[in-house]
């Protein structure tokens, strides 16, 4: 199995335009602005899709987070990457709807990138190992467990922007 760590990414500029090539380890260590996709996966009932982050991540392992995605590769476009990530991570296939642009954080972005929907009732196939656990809660309900449990603060500012309409 390759070592993510390994996987070649493109940093970019704050236009988002690329400026060089280097591993995803580099990246992560120097906290260098790279391109993302991130989907809100609803059921046809509206509740969000959340799920629990293997303990193998290069970034906040265990944590809970509202959003699949993650990196693009090396030339991908962000339509292509959140596909592969949502048949990465959750084996499904579908057409999500480009939502809005996003940047995290806001004041020194270090992930630039497109946030999608999808609305998909599964099931699904942590088939990559990058997901523990996962399921379907209605929005009202999620507010408890942000408190008390380790959510990933990146996926919580796309929920937040998404319910104040994007």
Same mark, same amino acid.
């Given at each position: 199995?390759? #070592?993510? *760590? =390994?996987?070649? +990414? ?18 992560? /260590?120097?906290?260098? %602005? ?8 609803? #059921?046809?009932? *509206?509740?969000?899709? $959340? ?17 699949? @995605?993650?990196?693009?590769?090396? @030339?991908? =476009? ?12 959750? @084996? $499904?296939?579908?057409? %999500? ?17 497109? +946030?999608?929907?999808? $609305?998909?009732?599964? %099931?699904?196939?942590?088939?990559? @190992?990058?997901?523990? /656990? *996962?399921e379907f809660v209605a929005l009202p309900d999620l507010? #408890?467990? $942000? ?7 990146? *996926?919580l500012a796309i929920l937040r922007r998404y319910q104040?309409g994007g």
């Amino acid at each position: 199995m390759k #070592n993510p *760590g =390994d996987e070649l +990414v493109e940093v970019v500029d704050d236009l988002g335009r690329v400026v060089a090539i280097v591993t995803r380890r580099e990246m992560r /260590q120097r906290r260098l %602005p790279h391109r993302c996709t991130w989907a809100l996966v609803f #059921n046809s009932h *509206g509740e969000l899709f $959340i799920h629990q982050r293997s303990a193998t991540k290069d970034l906040l392992p265990l944590h809970w987070d509202v959003t699949v @995605g993650g990196v693009l590769a090396v @030339g991908e =476009d962000f339509e292509a990457g959140v596909r592969r990530e949502l048949l990465e991570e959750l @084996g $499904i296939r579908g057409d %999500p709807e480009a939502l809005f642009p996003f940047r995290f954080p806001e004041e020194r972005p270090y992930a630039l990138g497109m +946030v999608y929907r999808l $609305i998909h009732d599964g %099931p699904f196939a942590f088939r990559d @190992g990058e997901i523990v /656990q *996962g399921e379907f809660v209605a929005l009202p309900d999620l507010a #408890n467990r $942000i408190t008390s449990m380790p959510f990933c603060e990146e *996926g919580l500012a796309i929920l937040r922007r998404y319910q104040s309409g994007g």
